[in-house]
């Protein structure tokens, strides 16, 4: 079992940035790819980013490229998303996953819990 917990949501003003940190615990001595996905009101969840158990492969949706990073730090079991130059469209509850694919999947063996992100124009 692994667990994932988010942090780092929150309000910030169109153009503004914030840093969400997932971190994992259980059994996190697997290699496990992690990704972040979001879901807006009355939109589905989709895929925001990707990286491998290595950090040397990463996917981005094409909404988000070059604005949002994301990084991981195996040492610390935690993986990061930057977001900067935030756009109201970017609102949404944001969920952590890990998978246990080099390329995290639609549909990842665990999610987080979420954490609200509120983008204001």
């Known amino acids: 079992q692994v667990q994932l917990v988010e942090s780092g949501g929150g309000l910030v003003q169109a153009g503004g940035s914030l840093r969400l940190s997932c971190a994992a615990s259980g059994r996190t001595s697997s290699r496990r790819s992690m990704g972040w996905f979001r879901q807006a009101p009355g939109k589905e969840r989709e895929f925001v980013a990707g990286?491998?158990?290595?950090?040397?492969?990463?996917m981005y949706a094409d909404s988000v490229k070059g604005r949002f990073t994301i990084s991981r730090d195996n040492a610390k079991s935690t993986v990061y998303l930057q977001m900067n130059r935030l756009k109201p469209e970017d609102t949404a509850v944001y969920y952590c996953?890990?998978?246990?694919?080099?390329?995290?999947?639609?549909?990842?063996?665990?999610w987080g819990q979420g954490t609200q992100v509120t983008v204001s124009s």
């Open positions: 990286i491998s158990w290595s950090g040397g492969f990463t």
């Open positions: 996953a890990a998978d246990s694919v080099v390329i995290i999947r639609s549909q990842p063996d665990y």
